[in-house]
DNA sequence: GACCTGCTGCGGTCTG
């Protein structure tokens, strides 16, 4: 193209200015969007992926003006950067007003999040800067402003920043709604996405695009940047010091000090918020020449103590950093030195991600030290290791037909303008959630939203919309605002704030943690001991105190289980136990003498043939099992199978799971050989028979509270006077009941059990694991003692019945027992 | 004094 022959030239002297060469996929970015195509950037952070898309949009800028720059307020909006994450925005406003500047525009760029004034809201939307950083959030609620279409009407790009975090979750379907709809009022959008890699970068794409874009011009852009991880897991002084089970992984505690004692900057990851109050303590304890230099960073702790720690890691007077994913993304901070992880972190993506923030300048060797909290962990540092190398990643899958966040769109469409039915049906069924919706389901919506539908028809509350000239509107001014208040499809778990008695603000806890205390005990919070006072409207009062904490609160957060690629690589990697020879991975050749105890109590597993372990002990009659495909699976799977071994002889299992295996326990014998003879492990009529053995309908219910928050059944309460979550639990249920009695094909109850499938049980993964199962050989052995790979999954099962004390004395007996 | 599983993210008017 001749234009883009004089275009180009005006970034590169730009970066050359700035004393940079431009990447490669840099310049094939800028060539592809000045080209007129949409598409999707992969490129690692620290990469100036920002500039492969700030710069486009500029120079087209510049082409159809012929060169010269015009006044601010002219232009109206040209561009939308969407965050995922607000404390980026400030960072790509940095990297834009840069570029802006350096190329002699005077385009005005601005933030838009919740933090925005509305003062500086009212001015924007009078006068919108030419180029607006915001969120999937404040999209939508611009979306919900009266005469939208004029605001975005000369918008020519949407960049989709961190797409691949935005598109396995409902917060992507909201940008898919939102695109879709900008897609129409804007004929001449581009959109873009930056992605981090991942494993389906084609459906990145597709989901990002919708059906309309993707078959058109499209393209992938792919950083030729190459990252080099190097993987060292932390070992003990010889294999008995490591436990056999376990989760936390202090007692390599005395090799993890020297590591940070080493280097200039260390992230310490944990997975958990309490395992990292519980690390930053013990390091202290350990190491109290630390103090002063170290800090701890989660999400329970207040914006302002995490901002500080931030600044202070990023002004280097901080030396280490205990973590959890908090700091996966967020400020695009300096590289540290070193990063170190606490446990397995249960997929590639998250483990690459984390290395990532050391060596951050390109090509720079990225180290990144695993510390296992249990032995069989180890493998997965081995496996993680040759998933790098391989470059196996994870997918993101994304939502499909998320009924509730198309009535949250609706009623923000209505809220604004109003729309035209006819017309939205088309642009939502382009979209990737939404392609597969009928003409049935979307009448099902449009009477949701304006009758309640049939279950709900007797109360005025849920006719939110009204027909008004064949368009769709909310007429009512305080409907109207709650919608506004309620956008977004982040649910919040319950918790109260913890508070100084002076006011100030410290975090949140929840609940059922600060009801076990008394006022006057101690719990050690935000690495501080704190003496709970009172709880007053809602708020923990605290003081600092000098006493020694006797509790560390944890949250109920989601659980992760292992990837389905972690999965294959650990089962790989297991094969390759089984076979003669030293290993390449030292950590491997640190555990063969426990793998030979497998071996000699049981069987090692090689990739072709599956193992059972079937043996009684004072508790019981044991089955184990370990297909290897994460907690959820084996949840369902052991469900599964303690359902059809039911059906062989009445009998009551109990299961229990870890991300490795499962265990059947009865009181009496397992028929497990008449089992496996009937085809106990067969993936015929599984849908059914997982409806059967697992309570699908307790499970919905509590799948169904963030169906009815986004979706607008329920109302989160005005700011300042939120609505205790027992009663938003409450009426949700109470929604679910009536649904469930009395209008069994309302869609977001269908959806709550579609959710359950997938996300819960994960039952496509669990048919593959079984389909995988009767391909291999199948071999029941009956220890006489429990072996390395059943003890840790005997030990889960206790922890939930003993108190700790006791559990900590059977595991010693049961250690003990497994001495030759 | 030991005991400790369970992440992250966002978000407030209209109209003249």
């Not at 009924?403 to 990737?432: C, N, P, W």
């Not at 000098?546 to 094969?575: F, N």
Request: proline share 4%.
């Amino acid at each position: 193209m001749a234009e883009e022959k004089a275009l180009i030239p005006i970034a590169e002297g730009w970066f050359e200015d700035q004393g940079w060469k431009p990447f490669q996929f840099q310049r094939e970015s800028w060539h592809a969007y000045l080209s007129g195509y949409n598409g999707l950037v992969n490129a690692p952070t620290g990469s100036g992926k920002t500039y492969s898309l700030v710069m486009p949009i500029l120079l087209e800028y510049i082409r159809e003006n012929g060169g010269a720059t015009s006044s601010v307020g002219k232009n109206g909006l040209r561009a939308i950067w969407i965050t995922p994450i607000k404390a980026l925005a400030k960072e790509i406003s940095n990297s834009a007003q840069r570029a802006v500047a350096g190329l002699g525009l005077d385009w005005q760029v601005s933030l838009r999040t919740g933090d925005t004034s509305p003062a500086d809201r009212q001015k924007m939307k009078k006068n919108p800067p030419e180029f607006l950083i915001t969120t999937p959030e404040s999209l939508q609620l611009m979306l919900a402003q009266k005469g939208y279409p004029k605001f975005f009407k000369n918008l020519r790009a949407v960049v989709c920043d961190e797409w691949h975090e935005l598109m396995g979750s409902k917060r992507g379907v909201q940008m898919e709604l939102g695109l879709s709809r900008l897609k129409t009022i804007c004929p001449k959008l581009k959109i873009w996405g930056i992605s981090a890699t991942i494993g389906n970068m084609d459906e990145a794409v597709q989901a990002l695009l919708g059906a309309s874009l993707d078959k058109g011009k499209s393209k992938i852009i792919r950083s030729d940047i190459k990252k080099v991880i190097e993987v060292e897991s932390v070992l003990p002084d010889t294999l008995e010091k490591l436990p056999w089970a376990g989760h936390l992984g202090v007692n390599l505690i005395d090799k993890v000090i020297p590591i940070i004692k080493n280097s200039n900057s260390t992230l310490i990851f944990t997975n958990t918020r309490s395992f990292a109050e519980i690390w930053y303590q013990k390091l202290l304890d350990r190491a109290p020449e630390l103090a002063g230099t170290m800090a701890m960073h989660h999400g329970s702790i207040s914006r302002e103590l995490r901002d500080w720690v931030e600044d202070a890691l990023h002004n280097e007077q901080l030396k280490a950093v205990v973590c959890t994913s908090s700091l996966d993304l967020g400020v695009d901070f300096r590289p540290v030195e070193t990063i170190i992880q606490i446990g397995s972190p249960k997929g590639v993506a998250r483990f690459m991600q984390r290395a990532g923030r050391s060596g951050h300048q390109p090509g720079a060797l990225s180290k990144i030290y695993f510390v296992p909290t249990h032995s069989l962990e180890l493998v997965e540092a081995a496996a993680l290791r040759e998933a790098i190398k391989v470059g196996l990643v994870e997918d993101r899958i994304p939502f499909i037909r998320s009924f509730d966040v198309l009535i949250q769109y609706l009623v923000t469409l209505a809220v604004s303008d109003g729309f035209d039915e006819r017309e939205i049906f088309e642009e939502v069924k382009e979209t990737f959630c939404y392609n597969s919706i009928d003409r049935d389901e979307w009448l099902w919506l449009l009477s949701f939203i304006t009758t309640g539908g049939s279950s709900l028809t007797a109360y005025d509350e849920y006719r939110k919309v009204e027909i008004e000239d064949g368009l769709y509107k909310v007429t009512n001014r305080r409907i109207a605002m709650r919608h506004r208040l309620s956008i977004g499809t982040i649910v919040s778990d319950s918790s109260l704030k913890v508070k100084y008695i002076t006011g100030k603000y410290i975090g949140t806890i929840e609940e059922w943690f600060i009801a076990r205390l008394s006022p006057g005990d101690v719990f050690w919070f935000a690495g501080r001991n704190l003496e709970f006072v009172r709880i007053k409207e809602m708020v923990v009062q605290v003081r600092n105190t000098k006493k020694k904490a006797k509790a560390v609160p944890s949250w109920m957060g989601g659980r992760m289980p292992l990837s389905s690629q972690m999965s294959v690589m650990l089962r790989k990697k297991l094969h390759g136990v089984t076979l003669k020879g030293k290993k390449t991975d030292p950590e491997l050749n640190f555990l063969m003498p426990l793998m030979e105890l497998q071996r000699k109590r049981s069987h090692l597993p090689n990739k072709d043939e599956f193992l059972i372990e079937y043996f009684k002990s004072k508790e019981g009659y044991h089955v184990l099992m370990y297909p290897f495909e994460g907690r959820f699976v084996h949840e369902g799977m052991g469900a599964l199978l303690a359902k059809r071994i039911s059906e062989i002889t009445p009998i009551t299992l109990s299961i229990a799971m870890n991300d490795y295996g499962f265990e059947l326990l009865s009181d009496r014998e397992i028929p497990i050989y008449e089992a496996l003879e009937t085809d106990v492990l067969t993936s015929d009529n599984l849908y059914q028979d997982i409806q059967g053995s697992m309570n699908s309908v307790e499970m919905a219910r509590r799948r169904f509270r963030d169906i009815a928050s986004i979706s607008g059944l329920v109302f989160k309460g005005y700011p300042g006077q939120q609505i205790k979550d027992r009663h938003l639990q409450s009426s949700s249920q109470l929604f679910f009941d009536v649904f469930h009695d009395y209008e069994a094909d309302n869609l977001l109850l269908l959806q709550a059990y579609e959710e359950v499938m997938d996300f819960q049980l994960e039952e496509a993964r669990m048919r593959r694991a079984l389909e995988r199962i009767h391909q291999q050989k199948i071999i029941v052995t009956e220890p006489e003692k429990p072996t390395p790979f059943a003890f840790p999954i005997m030990v889960d099962r206790m922890r939930e019945k003993l108190s700790s004390e006791k559990l900590e004395d059977r595991i010693r007996r049961m250690t003990l027992d497994f001495e030759e």
